[in-house]
């Protein structure tokens, strides 16, 4: 079973009269372990891209499972309970919860899945070692660096083991060290866990930790061999 797969997939924005056909006839199948990096310009539909496969945002037509599980046949509030088990999201401007520590940010999804409290957060300081945040613990995001926020989100969007991580240019906003601190570590600990990445990106740093680069193309994610885009071919 993939740990993605898009099958079909339609999206279209209307505004007004007028009708964007975002995502068309859109496949993608993506194996535990993979790490996919999808690029190309703004407005190609990456970011609509992400939030479908990632339970966010609902397809007109077509299917998104998670490891094997129909994403948009479960109701809303069993794809709520499913996307927080089974998807991890990393964003550019973090979205972590300011009045939280680290460590609470990290235990959050655990806590809000009903996990006890005494585990969460040992489970939410195991992974606050893992991204090398032992001592920052108790820090609340204002009193973090951009990179240690980043790795606090990852820390967070990993904590629940989730099959497939989706991450909206992760790196957009940080600088090139900590860019790449913060890829080393989300390619080093999905590949600990056989975790499918899938990560949007416009920075040439990034594109190179892909096994596989997609670029989207007329609604489609196409290989960037086939596209002579660029990429890795
Ligand atoms: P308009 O250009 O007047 O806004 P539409 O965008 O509604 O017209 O439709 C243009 C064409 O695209 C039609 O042939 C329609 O069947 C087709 N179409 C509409 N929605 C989708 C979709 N989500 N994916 C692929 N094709 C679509
Ligand atoms: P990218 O992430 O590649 O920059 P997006 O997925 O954000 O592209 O957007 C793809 C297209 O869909 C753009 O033309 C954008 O303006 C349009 N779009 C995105 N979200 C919406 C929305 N909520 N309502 C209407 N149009 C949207």
Known sequence: TPALQLDRVAKTYRIGDEHVHVLVDCDLTVRAGEFVVITGPSGAGKSTLLHVAGGLDAPDRGTVSVSGHDLWSMNRRARAAFRRR????????????????????????????????????????????????????????????????????????????????????????????????????????????????????HDPAAIGYGSRTLHIIDGNARSADATGIGGDG
Do not use: W, Y
């Open 86 to 201: 089974h998807l991890g999201f990393v964003f550019q401007f973090f979205n972590l919860v300011p009045m939280l520590s680290a460590v609470e940010n990290v235990s959050l999804p655990l806590v809000l899945d009903g996990t006890p409290a005494r585990v969460a957060d040992a489970r939410g300081a195991e992974l606050l070692d893992r991204v090398g945040l032992t001592g920052r613990r108790h820090h609340r995001p204002a009193e973090l660096s951009g990179g240690q926020m980043q790795r606090v989100a990852v820390a967070r969007a990993l904590v629940t083991r989730p099959s497939v991580l989706l991450a909206d240019e992760p790196t957009g906003n940080l600088d090139k060290q900590s860019s790449t601190e913060v890829l080393d570590l989300l390619r080093s600990l999905c590949q600990e866990d056989s975790t499918a990445v899938i990560l949007v990106t």
